[in-house]
């Protein structure tokens, strides 16, 4: 994932209405019928103890960014839900994951809207993210269907992993007594391609694994169960694969950030204090990683060391 990426989704855009009127120390109000209380209760929780370690003497330098209003420019019929993800291809090009009624959009590099991708495809259930791969395709991850979706330079499916749920097959309680397939997903979040082809994962708010598969989309192996020891997972978010292929997971329940070979080798963890929802890393030979957590960006080394944060939690 590109530098611009990083800037587009880290930040997870709730609904406007998810939550009013929050300061620090007031009790979240919520809107009727909007997000649950206990969401709430999390994401401000997240706030305020980012809050209390900006305020302490040795936190990381605030960074300095531009906020461009109005940067995408929407046709007049078409409005988006809650951005959930947002990937640029070798053009510049930027793809938009959205919980609206047309939920993958493409903008040229101006912001200008292009068109919408997949529409009448019954694939959107759970938007969830988006990656451009090292060949410019474009893969869609949909959480509530279980899918992996890859769509071609012209924007044509080529490659789906995983299946969606059946209506007819929950009907006559099948699917009830069924083993699950180790090549079916439960709620997958994330995707990432290797030199080689091999194709990473994450799976995800169901499951607590990563599952890997060959660049023909055969399953290999995975690795992962719930739990807060190395190699195990609560939530793994979000993925990204650095220029001497190792593979970091966003564990996010976990608070940490978990590294692995490519063969699902345990390497090491970091924290960089806040629960990590996404992940970017720049090119070239000196990278850093941005880590996207609530309503603040970290600038981080790959040894772990925060270099500077981006934003605060608000509206």
Known sequence: MRL???????????????????????????????????????????????????????????????????????????????????????????????????????????????????????????????????????????????????????????????RRPESWTWKTHVIEHAIPARDNFYQPTDVVTAPDGSIFVSDGYGNSRIAKFSKEGIFIKDWGVRGTGPSEFNTPHNMVLDAQNNLYVADRQNGRIQVFDLDGKYQREFRVGGNPWSLCLTPGPNQVMFVGSVGKIFKVGLDGKVLGTIGKYGK
């Open 4 to 162: 611009p990426t990083a800037l587009f989704s880290a930040l997870f855009f709730l609904p406007a209405s998810a939550a009013l009127a929050q300061s620090p120390g007031q009790t979240p109000v919520q809107a009727p019928g909007k997000a649950p209380g206990f969401v709430v209760d999390y994401l401000m929780g997240q706030a305020q103890a980012q809050e209390r370690l900006d305020a302490r003497p040795d936190a990381p330098p605030a960074l300095k960014f531009r906020v461009e209003d109005g940067f995408l420019k929407l046709p007049a019929d078409i409005n988006m839900g809650e951005v959930v993800g947002v990937t640029l291809n070798a053009a510049g090009e930027i793809f938009v994951v959205n919980r609206g009624a047309r939920s993958l959009l493409k903008f040229d590099h101006n912001g200008n809207f292009l068109r919408s991708v997949g529409d009448a495809m019954p694939i959107f259930e759970g938007p969830h993210s988006a990656r451009i791969d090292r060949d410019d395709n474009l893969w869609y991850i949909d959480a509530g269907n279980n899918l992996v979706v890859r769509f071609d330079k012209n924007l044509h499916s080529s490659m789906v992993l995983g």
